[in-house]
């Protein structure tokens, strides 16, 4: 009898933000998908983009399935993201986005659903401090789990590492990690970030064992506080260097 040869590596390509496509199970993943090129984007906060994606939405190729973390914040859900998921036959998310947008499937914590080999698991984030869902709104992570296939967790804009803790308690191994970081502060909490910021990073990375942390979502806004150059320093003085594997923007790679 041949053993099951387990990959531990994803195929990866960072498009910018929270954007990143994938390949998984003999499907093309994409999260949170944003394409404008620099603007700004007015509301209670005004957000403000400071570049344009690594590659343009119309060579981005065809996607089989969307994460959607949340749908109700422009970095995570820009107009030419919206208008991609139309073409888009699978976009999972949270209910409330689902109660907003045609097309998308809302799934609460810890709900499963089957694509195609792939078992996709929602799990908990929270965009901020305890009790923020009022002003933030909620929150969805994902975990991917296939035969063969490296398991892969998706945090979402999470700020919380008790949630990560939770998660990885809960699934198990975790083979890949994607955390989404950059101490993203808008302001809405004092100086309380509302997704990981380095420190919370190492902290979140030593709940997830031996995974590999991608970070994405670390770059590209004004809201972002602090860069990638010192999240992979203070990985390193973690003695976390090896853990740690930042994405190239517009290249795809085995992560």
């Known amino acids: 009898m041949s053993e099951t040869i387990e990959r531990t ?3 990866a390509l960072h498009i ?20 404008d090129q620099p603007r700004d984007y007015p509301g209670p906060v005004t957000l403000h983009k400071l570049t344009g994606p690594a590659v343009p939405v ?3 190729g065809a996607i089989d399935v969307v994460l959607l973390s ?3 914040h422009a970095d995570n859900l820009d107009d030419s993201g919206r208008e991609l998921l139309a073409t888009v036959e699978t976009v999972l998310s949270t209910p409330d986005a689902a109660a907003r947008l045609n097309g998308v499937r809302g799934l609460v914590n810890w709900e499963t659903v089957s694509i195609g080999a792939v078992t996709v698991t929602a799990v908990p984030a929270l965009h901020g401090p305890a009790g923020s869902e009022a002003l ?16 892969v967790y998706i945090s979402g804009d999470n700020a919380s590492v008790d949630l990560v803790a939770e998660i990885a308690a809960r699934i198990g191994r975790i083979d890949v990690a994607v955390l989404f970081v950059g101490a993203a502060n808008p302001g809405v909490f004092g100086d309380t970030d509302v997704t990981l910021n380095a420190r919370t990073a190492v902290q979140a990375a030593g709940h997830l064992g031996e995974a590999v942390i991608v970070p994405v979502h670390g770059e590209g806004w004004a809201h972002f506080s602090e860069t ?5 320093r203070t990985f390193e003085y ?4 090896g853990q740690l594997r930042i994405p190239p923007l517009g290249q795809e790679v085995a992560v």
Request: no cysteine; glycine share 14%.
């Open 9 to 11: 590596s994803l195929h």
């Open 228 to 232: 990638l150059d010192h999240l992979a």
């Open 136 to 151: 933030s709104g909620v929150v969805t992570g994902f975990v991917l789990q296939a035969a063969g296939e490296p398991t």
């Open 16 to 35: 910018g933000g929270p954007t990143l496509r994938f390949r998984y199970g003999g499907l093309t993943w994409l999260t949170d998908p944003t394409f």
């Open 70 to 72: 949340h749908d109700q």
């Open 238 to 241: 973690a003695g976390r260097a």
């Open 58 to 60: 119309e060579q981005v």
